[in-house]
C-alpha cells in the first residue's frame, strides 16, 4: 500500500467511527429532542437579561439582588416548600382548609392567601415617599400585595432603624385604608409560620413608569419564632381576587383597573438571566398578541381565585398523552407562577416518566429527590452533547412548546442528579398546577376582561 493510500484508508476509518459515535450519541433519545451543549465552565455565571419593564430575577442566581446560588440544599427546600403550597392550595380549593378563626373579643381578620411557597422570582418595588424599595415574590396565585414592615406604636415615633422595612411613619403619603379602623388581620399557613398586620395606604412605584398613589396593601410582620419567607420581603400579588375573599377591591387588577385594563404579561427567566412584568398597553406591545389563545375559565366552586385554563394533552418527544378533565371542585389547570413544579394526574405522569425513562435509559439512573417529588432521575455528569427531549403543552387552541430549561431539574450544582421536572399530584381530587419551572422563557399575557391567556416564546 503507498503512503497516500495508507491515509486515505486512515481517513476513511476515522470518518467511520465519527459518523457512528454522532449517530449513537443523538439515537438515545430519538426524534424530538433538543441537544444541549454541556457546560463544563468553572467561571462564575453572569448576569444578563432586559433592563426595561419591572425586572424580574431568580433569588437563587446571579442577578439575585442577594447574590446567592443554588446548592442541593436550596434545591430540595425549594421543593419542601412547593409541596405545602400545592397542598394548601388544594385544601382551599376544597374548602377543607383550618386557617384559624377570629377570635372573641378581637377585630383581626384571617385572610385566605396560599403559602407563599418558595418564592423563586423577585422583584423590586417601591413603597412610600420618599420610595424605599423591596423585593417581593411575583405571585399569580395570590391577590393580596403585602411587604414586611415595623409600623410606629409609641409616640413620637423612633427614628427609623431598620431600612429593610417599610416603615408607615417615614412615608409623608401614608395614610390609613379604607376598612379602618378594623384592618388588622392575622394568617396563620399550614407549615404554621404567621404574619399579622394591618392594611395601609401609600403611594406604590411599578417598574419605571408607573407610581400608584393611595394604593392599598398589608403592612405585614411575620412572627419571628415561625415565619420564615426567606430572601422576599413581601408578596406582590397578580392573582385574581373573588367576591368570597375578605377585601376583593384590594386586588392590583382591581385598583388598577383604570391604569392598566387587568392586562399584564410577564417572562419568567432561567436562573442566570432576568426577566419582566409588563403591565396595561405596554404588556400588549412587548407581549404582542399574535391571534392565538386560550380561554380563562371560570370556575364557580371556586369563585374565580386562580387563573383556570384548559389543558388537553401533553406531548414528550413523539408520545401524546391526554390530560383528563378536572373532577371535584377544579375546572381544569391552574396556571400558577408561585408554585415551582408541575403536578399532573398520576396516570399522566405515570405515562410521561415511563416515556421519560425509555429516552434517559442509556444513561445511570441517579437517587429520586430527597422529599419524594421528583422520581425520574439520571447521572449526567461527563455527558457532553446531551439531548433534552422536547415538550409540548396543549391547551385549548394552543400549543405551547417549553424550553429545554423547563424539561428537567438539577437536584445538585453539577449534573450528577438531573430529574424529569414533573409530580404526580398526591390525591386524584387534587387540581392540575402549571408551575413557574415549565413557564421559563415565555411570555404569559393575560387579559383579565376578555379571559383571555397568550403564551409564546418571550425574550428573558
Known sequence: ???????????????????????????????????????????????????????????????????????????????????????????????????????????????????????????????????????????????????????????????????????????????????????????????????????????????????????????????????????????????????GDKFPTFSLATQTANLFGGVFCHCLPSSGNSGYVYFGEEARERCPFSGTYTRLLRNQASDDSYYFVNLIAITLGQKKVEVPWGIFSSPGTIIDSGTVITHLPSSVYSELSQEFDRLMSEFPPANPSNDGVLKACYNLVDQDNMAIPEMVLHFENLDVHLDQTAVTWKGNNDMSQVCFAFAAKENEGDVTIIGNHQQQKLNMLFNIPDRMLEIGPGEC
Not at 385566605?112 to 411557597?117: A, C, E, F, R, V
Not at 388581620?185 to 395606604?201: A, M, N, P
Open 1 to 243: 500500500m503507498t503512503g497516500s493510500s495508507a491515509l486515505m484508508a486512515i481517513g476513511h476509518i476515522l470518518m467511520c467511527y465519527t459518523l457512528f459515535f454522532s449517530f449513537h450519541a443523538n439515537m438515545a433519545l430519538g426524534y424530538g429532542a433538543t441537544v444541549v451543549e454541556s457546560n463544563k465552565s468553572h467561571a462564575p455565571p453572569s448576569c444578563s437579561g432586559t433592563t426595561t419593564g419591572l425586572r424580574v430575577v431568580h433569588k437563587y442566581g446571579p442577578c439575585s439582588p442577594s447574590g446567592l446560588k443554588k446548592t442541593s440544599a436550596v434545591a430540595s427546600q425549594i421543593l419542601v416548600q412547593d409541596k405545602l403550597r400545592v397542598r394548601a392550595m388544594n385544601s382551599r380549593l376544597h374548602n377543607s382548609r383550618t386557617i384559624g378563626l377570629e377570635g372573641e373579643g378581637t377585630t383581626d381578620t384571617y385572610l385566605q392567601n396560599d403559602l407563599p411557597g418558595a418564592g423563586n422570582f423577585l422583584v423590586k418595588v417601591g413603597f412610600g415617599t420618599p420610595l424605599q424599595y423591596f423585593n417581593l415574590a411575583l405571585d399569580t396565585g395570590s391577590y393580596v400585595t403585602w411587604v414586611q414592615c415595623e409600623p410606629c406604636t409609641e409616640s413620637p415615633c423612633p427614628q427609623q432603624q431598620n431600612a429593610s422595612l417599610y416603615d408607615p411613619s417615614f412615608s409623608s403619603t401614608y395614610s390609613n385604608a379604607p376598612c379602618w379602623p378594623s384592618c388588622n388581620y392575622t394568617q396563620i399557613y399550614l407549615d404554621e409560620s404567621k404574619s399579622s398586620g394591618v392594611f395601609v395606604r401609600d403611594t406604590v412605584s411599578i417598574g419605571q413608569d408607573f407610581q400608584i398613589p393611595e394604593f392599598i396593601f398589608l403592612c405585614a410582620e411575620p412572627d419571628k419564632e415561625t415565619g420564615d419567607f426567606g430572601e422576599a420581603d413581601g408578596i406582590l400579588g397578580l392573582g385574581l381576587a373573588s367576591s
